[in-house]
Nanobody
Framework: QVQLVESGGGLVQAGGSLRLSCAAS????????MGWFRQAPGKEREFVAT????????SYADSVKGRFTISRDNVKNTVYLQMNSLGPEDTAVYYC?????????????????WGQGTQVTVSS
């Protein structure tokens, strides 16, 4: 079993930055692909970013490409999401997810474990 705990969310003004962290329990973290998803009020959960098991490959949703960066530290069992140039459209609950497979994926159905989410609110 893997437990994921997100942190780093909060209220920020448009144009600002936040760094989300997701701490994972379990010794197998380094073999998992990881992803970030988000869900805005009244909308379905959507893919944000994903990273493969060793951090060598990443993928992003078009809406965040060039503004967000996903990274991981397999010693600390943590995955990060650096978010820059935030806009009101980025307001959502952000979820960290772990895929027991090693390869990155934008499909939420590929993920086996989910965190509880952290709220990000961007004011205009």
């Amino acid at each position: 079993q893997v437990q994921l705990v997100e942190s780093g969310g909060g209220l920020v003004q448009a144009g600002g930055s936040l760094r989300l962290s997701c701490a994972a329990s379990g010794r197998t973290f380094s073999s998992f692909a990881m992803g970030w998803f988000r869900q805005a009020p009244g909308k379905e959960r959507e893919f944000v970013a994903t990273i493969n098991w060793d951090g060598g490959r990443t993928s992003y949703a078009d809406s965040v490409k060039g503004r967000f960066t996903i990274s991981r530290d397999n010693v600390k069992n943590t995955v990060y999401l650096q978010m820059n140039s935030l806009g009101p459209e980025d307001t959502a609950v952000y979820y960290c997810a772990a895929d027991r497979g090693p390869l990155r994926s934008s499909n939420s159905e590929d993920y086996d474990y989910w965190g509880q989410g952290t709220q990000v609110t961007v004011s205009s």
